[in-house]
């Protein structure tokens, strides 16, 4: 019996020794105590590596019970080398914190890692060309503009945002000049903000809780589906880290303006928590004194939860936003007064709730689901008009993917909904309409070697009204030295037609007839771009340049006709418009010296006909110029200038060429920081050299808005970080 009983005692020790067990790692960087996707993780015997997915999250799993070395790198980052003890305490994941190098001022944004390609990577290791505002950047623009993000997008090369309502500040965005309906906009993957709800997006995003910005300019249809003709814009929100994170915001403007925000963050074990609040208020603002707001009254109110779970094999979050507003621009003495004159109302609703569950399958394999739905509530009136709708999108996708050493798969499936209702309020037809649209896709980022990689993808679309869409896509990367990379890439697109165009909202859908679903068709679009960037050091300076150049042909686009017995239609137009041109920016850095310059050249024409004509409101010239002083932790110094040329506008007319000027200052301590900015201190207006509306004050016809009403306006405020 003795026999027996220590034969099994010897038994379970060696199955014991014998046990395989996980070990999960969470990279993060040690500045901020942020996710850091892209790290590598190696085990040095048995050797074995994997790299870090979205959420900073590495496992290894099949581990014997003992001391591992493990080396943890990633680029622009000091490696570190750590022993490791499994199985850990508790079976609670260790987290390590990398430092950034002591000089990397070369490789600065080579470190990014960006999302909006699906396949988590470092922008040095990816054939997309993708911008990234993030950082000290981020910060910097925000501070400009606290209560939305329309300045940090106007203020990049290549974009502009353009104001489709003179006295309620609606605006779009506009990538290498296409309208601001072919631009899709993305909050950490998820599509939120497009048909009703797009012209008024840029205004109702507020940026403290963003940790950064992608931008894919070109047909990105393949990533997300319909509606990147132009590109897309990835909002890429902050997550819970180790260390809590508790910041304010308070700004106020010479034009009397008011917002006051406020983030929380921070992780609990297993669980943890983000909660993003705000209020955004304006009085009436008439700089001109034409008695027309160039800014309107309005109060906003916002409110974003987020709560985060963290398994041994899975991860999800869960979040929902709301977003309240009331928006009245027009006659100040109606505002004021409530006495007479045009008004233009706004006043929104929206809702969105959001969900997204990581699971690991495997070593290098995770299967992700995320799922979204958004209800967006808008009331539009004037005085002779009222525009009532309900906009409900939803948002699901399933996806697998896989990270090996050298090639990256994502596969997976999504459904995209879209139900506009109108409300009645004459006799005429309503604009209703639903689509469903159902995509598979799949895409691989290969590294053929050091010097080359690849990335290629396809998709198919069925859209219930307008029939199935192929979209193929193609990018490549080549390493010719370590100062030298270029990238070149294209892609197909397309955007089914919906009645939300500038040119709709410019005449706040007044006598427009619905879309024809049997006489029209998807737009579709094919188009590539071509970067070369360059990058060096010339003794204490440090020089990058980066140089691309794009074209877009957009064939079938949706066009206004009419009116036709005072009524507008939007067809399908038989022929094409195309965009061609280069981006060219310049960085220069010296000591606490940063200069920026960046040169845009865009030559939009539309071909409706036998001849060729200018796309309105497209500038073919823009230069921008930013001089910044930087002593880190301490002081920051801007001077900006921005050149516009001259546009064509709709009315056949064209306007004149401006320039805009900004400077701004903060002053950082360890807790908190004073920041000031006087924007368009020499206050370009269109209202100076131009006019805004032709008729009377009460019933205006108003012309397109090219440059600021606003003018000069200084605002001012102070951050705490607690």
Known sequence: MKKISFLLVAVLCAFAANAQHILTLYVKKAEDKQPLPGATVTIASPARSSASDSLGMVRFENLAAGSYAITI??????????????????????????????????????????????????????????????????????????????????????????????????????????????????????????????????????????????????????????????????????????????????????????????????????????????????????????????????????????????????????????????????????????????????????????????????????????????????????????????????????????????????????????????????TEPKRDYYYNTLGVFVQNAWTISERVVLETGLRGDYVNAYGFELLPRVSAMFRISPALTTRIGGGYGYKSPTIFTEETERMQFQNLLPIDIYNTRNERSRGGNWDINYKTRIGEVGLSINNLFFYTRLNNPLVLLGPNAGKYQLQNSSGYLDTRGMETNLRLTYGHLKLFVGYTYTDAQTHYTSTSEWLPLTAKHRLNNVLMYEIEDKLKLGLEAYYFSQQKLNDGTYGKPYWITGFMAEKLWESFSLFVNFENFTDTRQSKFDTIYTGTIDNPVFRDIYAPVDGFVVNGGIKLRL
């Open 73 to 426: 790198s990633h680029v622009g980052l000091v490696e570190q080398n750590i022993t490791i003890s499994v199985p850990l305490k508790g079976d609670t994941p260790a987290e390590v914190f990398l430092e950034e190098e002591e000089d990397h001022e070369e490789e600065e944004g080579e470190d990014v890692v960006i999302t909006a390609t699906r396949i988590s990577r470092t922008i040095a290791n990816t054939p997309t060309r993708t911008e990234v505002i993030s950082g000290e950047e981020l910060t910097e623009k925000g501070n400009m503009k606290p209560g939305d993000i329309r300045m940090l997008l106007n203020e990049s090369t290549g974009i502009q945002t353009q104001q489709t309502s003179a006295t309620s500040y609606n605006a779009g965005i506009r990538i290498q000049g296409l309208e601001g309906r072919y631009t899709q906009i993305l909050r950490d993957g998820y599509p939120l903000y497009s048909g009703y709800a797009g012209s008024l997006s840029l205004l109702q995003i507020a940026p403290l809780d963003l940790q950064q910005v992608e931008v894919i300019k070109g047909a990105a249809s393949t990533l997300y589906g319909g509606g990147a003709i132009g590109g897309l814009v990835n909002l890429v929100s902050k997550t819970p880290a180790s260390r809590r994170e508790l910041s304010f915001l308070a700004n106020g403007t010479s034009a009397g303006g008011l917002d006051l925000s406020g983030f929380y963050s921070q992780r609990y074990g297993k669980a943890g928590i983000t909660l993003f609040a705000s209020r955004n208020s304006s009085l009436p603002y008439d700089p001109a004194d034409i008695g027309l707001t160039a800014i309107p009254k309005f109060s906003r109110y916002t409110i974003n939860p987020r709560l985060f779970l963290y398994g041994r094999n899975t991860t999800a979050d869960f979040g929902i936003s709301y977003i309240t507003e009331d928006r009245t621009g027009g006659s100040m003495d109606y505002i004021k007064n409530e006495g007479g004159g045009f008004y233009e109302i706004n006043n929104t609703d929206r809702v969105s709730l959001q969900m997204g569950i990581v699971h690991h399958t495997g070593e290098h394999s995770t299967l992700q689901l995320k799922s979204t739905y958004s209800r967006f509530d808008r009331l539009l009136e004037i005085p002779t008009y009222v525009f009532d709708a309900l906009q409900q999108s939803s948002f699901s996708e399933l996806t697998w993917n896989r990270n090996g050493e050298r090639s990256d798969w994502i596969i997976g499936a999504n459904l995209i909904t879209e139900d506009f209702r109108e409300r009645e309020q004459t």
